[in-house]
């Protein structure tokens, strides 16, 4: 009975093609380029049907003609992606045809084997499991070429595009479940196999009325992520293929060493496929491989935005600070894992704001250069750090890159943020795990995404001082209402205490009011002298101060409460406030002690650079986050101390700075930290006044 139908479908197949042919060549399109691809694949079909219903479908002959068909039919599936008339759409797809070319010729190959070598039946069976292989790789393939045809078609040329692509995948689809069905039953299903002759005569239909086009050229835009999906798909798929092939190589083996080959190689297999397929180099490489070949661009440039302007505003965390949000919407554009991000300081130089998944990188005080800073500023330009190690140089970078950016091989990028010509910042990002080199694209879209970053964190740093100068203004009101108070209460014990002197009776009671009076008031009016000290007299009070002397008070000020020891006693002479220098000295230690164990000491370090004498607060505590430092450290009214009122480090800084001297801190989450408070000597001060001096009247 599947004989007779095969025959019977065999030459309505054959005489479907025919007149469908006869259709297109008088008919058709005469401009398609696909025009006599589709005839002459017509033609191979008929050929294959009346082989079929002549011989049967097992024949030699028939094997033979099956072959040219199908490469008849990846032809097609060839030319229809030049309908838009561009040479460079055919470019990337000659490669993919090509190797489905290629697996489709293996047939006949195939077919000599198992004439003429399979002579057992485990052979033979291993030759039919072989050619169904193939055959499924080819319709695979075929069909995953359909796929990007259409999804990359311009939307009003897809009806008239659709019957093709119908007819094409309506074969192609056929043809995987047929050679599917056969390797896993090992053999031919009879019903599918006397059938296939009506499918010719199916597919041979929509393709006469799809020979006719009225619309515009077709421009292919391929998807970019389901492009990439189908490559990986294809790309697991011959994995495994390949995995079954072996396996069924090995089970041919005599006995039991067989069986036990091939379950080894098969656990072993998957154990590689488990570890290897999701790896992000595979996918990094498959991503850039695929995107280097299919696509003109490299970016999606709607798809980058989306997701730069979604990081930017609210990320994985949105309790994360912009900092770390403005690295990654950076490096995630160029798939980089980590990063970094440099901000100019108080003193204008860069220095380390925040790190995105890059903590175990040693970053030094003073990271870039002023030189390089200003080249940056000026030229715009992003730095290609691996040119820079190749000994390409453009504009004279390779001289000032610092050493730990040359020795550090995952720094592949750094990234200059500027806002109206001014460096904002500065991103450096890793390699990312498909190593490349940057083009023209890159360094268009990072310098884009750069500027836009920019304005992000100026916009930012704008709010926080407008927000800090508000909290300033309610402060000082405050403060002031705080200063009256305080200010009448001395005026009235003061009184009190001038009257007690006169009226008093009780020579006793008196002697203990006005002694009690006297130093409540002296009190109240050095409360008010240290309230009303800062922003003026700093100067005043500048006389040459021993440093050690300082060191050692504070030293036995916290004795029997916290060990605090000295670790270098050079003495040094600097022009200061001694009462304010221990004042701030004070809060630095303190907060040092807090943020250390109850049995670990604190550590004071002096020492002299031949112009200013320092003095170094050395813990071994929690450490703090460079955003801390940077946004929170020397910010009033930020603590990270339930019930802190965040002045202290503030406090500190100022009367430091009103000496003329200057507090740097250095720290790292789970080491510790470093407060480095540093005055002029005594003997240099009147010097480096007049040098400041000057600088001011060249600069002004």
């Avoid at 197949?13 to 380029?33: F, H, P």
């Avoid at 309790?319 to 003193?347: H, K, N």
């Avoid at 109206?420 to 390699?431: N, Q, S």
Wanted: aromatic share 8%.
């Amino acid at each position: 009975m599947w004989s007779l139908a095969s025959f019977l479908f065999g030459l309505i197949g054959a005489g479907t093609c025919v007149v469908a042919a006869v259709w297109i060549l008088t008919r058709g399109d005469r401009d398609r380029s696909d025009r006599m691809a589709v005839i002459g694949a017509l033609g191979l079909s008929t050929l294959w049907c009346v082989i079929i219903a002549s011989i049967g479908a097992d024949s030699l002959p028939a094997n033979i003609a099956e072959v040219v068909r199908n490469l008849g039919w990846l032809f097609v599936v060839y030319r229809l992606f030049a309908n838009d008339g561009r040479h460079e759409s055919l470019r990337p797809i000659r490669p993919v045809v090509a190797v489905l070319a290629f697996v489709e010729l293996l047939q006949l190959a195939l077919l000599v084997v198992a004439i003429r070598f399979a002579i057992t039946d485990q052979l033979a069976a291993l030759t039919f499991q072989l050619m169904s292989m193939f055959r499924i790789m080819a319709a695979v393939g075929a069909l995953v070429l359909l796929h990007n045809l259409y999804v990359g078609a311009v939307k009003g040329v897809r009806p008239v595009l659709r019957w093709s692509a119908a007819a094409l995948a309506v074969f192609w689809g056929f043809e995987l479940n047929f050679y599917t069905v056969a390797y896993l039953s090992r053999d031919y299903p009879a019903e599918l196999d006397a059938v296939r002759g009506l499918l010719i005569a199916c597919i041979a239909i929509p393709l006469a009325i799809g020979s006719k086009r009225s619309a515009a050229d077709i421009r292919i835009r391929p998807s970019r992520s389901v492009t990439f999906q189908s490559l990986s798909l294809l790309i697991i798929a011959s994995y495994l293929l390949l995995m079954v092939v072996i396996a069924q190589s090995l089970a041919m083996l005599d006995g039991g060493i067989g069986r036990l080959t091939q379950v080894g190689f098969t656990f072993a297999a998957s154990i590689v496929a488990l570890l290897w397929l999701p790896s992000q180099r595979l996918r990094g490489w498959v991503k850039v491989t695929a995107v280097k070949h299919l696509f003109q661009h490299r970016y999606d440039y709607r798809a980058e935005w989306l997701r730069f302007t979604r990081t930017v505003s609210q990320g994985d965390d949105a309790s994360r600070p912009l900092q770390e949000r403005v690295i990654q919407a950076m490096a995630d554009i160029t798939d980089s894992p980590s990063g970094l991000l440099l901000m100019p300081g108080e003193t204008a130089a860069l220095e380390l704001a925040a790190a995105w998944n890059w903590n175990d990188i040693e970053v030094p005080a003073g990271p870039i250069p002023q030189v390089l800073v200003d080249l940056f500023e000026s030229n715009g330009f992003i730095l290609d750090v691996d040119d820079v190690r190749a000994g390409r140089d453009q504009h004279g970078e390779s001289a000032m890159i610092p050493q730990w950016i040359r020795e550090e091989e995952n720094v592949w990028a750094i990234v200059p943020l500027l806002h109206f010509d001014r460096l904002t910042g500065v991103i450096v990002l890793a390699r990312p795990a498909a190593p490349r080199r940057l083009d023209w694209e890159d360094f268009d879209l990072l310098g884009v995404v750069g500027q836009q970053l920019a304005s992000y964190l100026a916009e930012q740093s704008g709010q926080q001082a407008l927000m800090e100068s508000a909290r300033f203004d309610e402060f000082n009101r405050r403060i002031a209402f705080v200063m009256h108070d305080i200010k009448n209460l001395a005026s009235q014990l003061s009184l009190l205490a001038r009257n007690a002197e006169k009226h008093a009776e009780n020579p006793e009671f008196r002697a203990d009011m006005l002694v009690t009076l006297r130093n409540s008031a002296d009190k109240l009016n050095t409360l008010l002298a240290r309230l009303n000290r800062y922003g003026a007299g700093g100067d005043k009070k500048r006389e040459p101060t021993s440093l050690l002397d300082i060191a050692q008070r504070i030293i036995a000020q916290y004795e029997g409460q916290h060990p605090v020891s000295m670790i270098r006693n050079d003495d040094s002479q600097v022009l200061a406030d001694a009462e304010g220098v221990e004042q701030a000295l004070v809060h630095i230690v303190h907060n040092a002690i807090e943020a250390s164990d109850t049995d670990t000491p604190v550590y004071l370090d002096l020492y002299c650079d031949g112009v200013r004498g320092c003095i170094e607060v050395v813990d071994s505590g929690s450490g703090m986050s460079p955003d801390f430092i940077r946004n929170g450290l020397f910010k009033p009214f930020v603590s990270s101390k339930n019930g802190g009122f965040g002045i202290g480090a503030f406090e500190a800084r100022e009367i430091i700075r009103a000496m003329g001297g200057r507090l740097d801190v250095e720290s790292r989450e789970g080491l510790g930290t470093r407060f480095t408070a540093s005055f002029p000597l005594s003997a240099v001060a009147g010097y480096l006044s007049e040098t400041h001096s000057l600088k001011n009247a060249e600069v002004a």
